[in-house]
């Protein structure tokens, strides 16, 4: 069974942003929708090595701060080159003002 | 002192090998710091400032093709064709390359039509383009893993000239859209585009190899050379402003080091270059923070330019800069110009970058 983690609280995240989480040597980006809404995914873009939460956000959209490759950060959906691997998600919920992950 | 290592500047080579082993290749690169707000400011997008400037670009391309083609056959065709030349042959390369990083618009479709045509009229072939750009920005003049180096060492001066005219250019590139269009790519193009992505650039070749057969036709047809003065020739005619400007973002600096402050160049221009190359002089800051846009780029400069050398004040000043060392390098390869950093800045690191110059030193 998959485990809640606490990522961060509500309030650490600007609207339309993304912060990184490192949790058990993993890296994840939690990111706050302009719709006020939370999402997760694993911290580094899938073409190179490229921390996801240096970069910017743009409606759905997540841009990579090293080649700009363009993933959908609610379905994680790779949108075209440089990106071609899709980025894994993670479910996640606001309980008390702090934003949790489901980690597999 | 060891003796020089000769650069292979294939990407499947020896200096392949080597910079992955050392750790050169996909390396954690300098940052100048800046906070999260400072910079997420400079890299919001917006459509409006290159909805303008394309509206002038396209307009002006059209208004100096159709004082060319009015004038065809008096003198009076020249200063339309040089205007319309380097607007097609030279500010198509800041515009390929602000839309293929997706910072000029923030509409990803307009980023898209615009990323096609430009690559159209510097017979670059988009799909491939992509890919060795992004291996640029991975790694910027890294010896065997970068596949834009300009200027290789030790340097063909002879080369380098010639460039201004597009014609090495123009021999190498029109040959390759020909060659990708009946399905072959090199090795070094296999290196940097992932194989799902092969058979688009095949197609992409072969969408513009149809257009310039066709134009061939209609030059034919109309008994004329005007189809190709308009389309294809300019990429000859009128690619020195690229060049000009183009060249000095990394001739002459180091290579195989990871901090773009040794690498790269930062030159201040004339209002009507930085039109052309759309404020790409601020390279520094380009290759640092490939986010922002080329119309914030003067703001990130001013932020950051306390940790950046002293940028060239002009491109007459970087020329005379870098011609002696380039003379230099004939002779002894390692040599090059190494910049110095401001009392204000953090100092370079030294593991990857210390070469021992004594032996240029006579």
């Known amino acids: 069974m998959a485990d809640w983690v606490e990522a961060c609280a509500v309030d650490d995240v600007e609207e339309e942003d993304v912060i990184r989480f490192d949790h058990g040597g993993r890296t994840f980006a939690i990111y706050r929708s302009p719709d006020d809404e939370f999402f997760a995914t694993d911290g580094f873009c899938t073409h190179e090595k490229a921390h996801l939460a240096d970069g910017l956000v743009m409606d759905d959209i997540i841009e990579c701060p090293k ?38 | 002192m060891a003796g020089t290592v000769k650069r292979d500047y294939s990407l499947v080579g020896e200096s392949t090998r080597r910079a ?55 003198w009076w065709c020249v200063p339309f064709f040089f205007v319309y030349g380097v607007l097609y042959g030279s500010s198509s390369d800041s515009r390929w390359h602000e839309c293929g990083h997706g910072t000029a618009f923030r509409t990803r479709w307009m980023n898209d039509v615009v990323y096609q045509i430009a690559s159209f ?37 002879l080369r380098a000239a010639l460039a201004f005219t597009g014609i090495l250019d123009f021999r190498y590139s029109l040959p390759a ?41 209609l030059a034919l047809t109309m008994r004329s050379w005007v189809p190709l003065v308009i389309i294809g020739v300019p990429r000859l005619y009128g690619t020195w402003h690229m060049v000009l ?41 380009h290759h640092m923070f490939p986010m922002v846009p080329y119309h914030a780029l003067p703001r990130l400069h ?17 020329y005379r800069e870098v011609w002696p060392v380039l003379l230099r390098q004939l002779k002894y390869e390692d040599y090059f110009l190494k910049r110095e950093l401001p009392p204000t800045a953090r100092p370079y690191r030294g593991e990857f970058h210390e070469v021992n110059m004594s032996a240029a030193a006579e």
């Open chain 1, 67 to 104: 080649h700009n490759g363009r993933f959908n950060y609610k379905t994680g959906q790779a949108k075209g080159a440089p990106v071609c691997v899709n980025l894994q998600t993670y479910p996640v919920k606001v309980e008390a003002g702090k934003v949790m992950i489901q980690i597999a």
């Open chain 2, 20 to 74: 992955i082993e050392t750790g050169l290749a996909s390396a954690e690169w300098y940052h100048t710091d800046v906070s999260r707000k400072a910079i997420k400011e400079l890299m919001q997008r917006s459509d409006g400032p290159a909805i303008r400037d394309t509206i002038i670009w396209v307009v002006a391309i059209l208004g100096s093709a159709a004082g060319g083609v009015y004038f065809w056959g008096t």
């Open chain 2, 121 to 157: 009229m510097l017979m670059r072939n988009p799909v491939t383009w992509r890919w060795s750009h992004a291996r640029h920005h991975t790694d910027t003049i890294i010896v065997g893993r970068d596949a834009e180096i300009a200027v290789m060492r030790p340097p063909d001066l």
């Open chain 2, 177 to 217: 859209l020909v060659r990708q269009a009946f399905g072959k790519l090199t090795p070094d193009e296999k290196s940097y585009v992932p194989e799902m992505e092969q058979h688009k650039a095949v197609i992409a070749a072969r969408w513009h190899v149809a257009i310039y057969i066709a134009t061939i036709a």
């Open chain 2, 245 to 285: 400007t183009g060249l000095l973002q990394h001739i002459g600096l180091a290579d195989n080091v990871i901090d773009h402050r040794l690498n790269t160049r930062t030159v201040y221009m004339n209002p009507i270059s930085r039109f052309i190359y759309w404020n790409m002089n601020y390279h520094v800051e």
């Open chain 2, 302 to 318: 001013e932020m950051i330019k306390h940790d950046l050398p002293e940028p060239n004040p002009s491109m007459w000043h970087a």
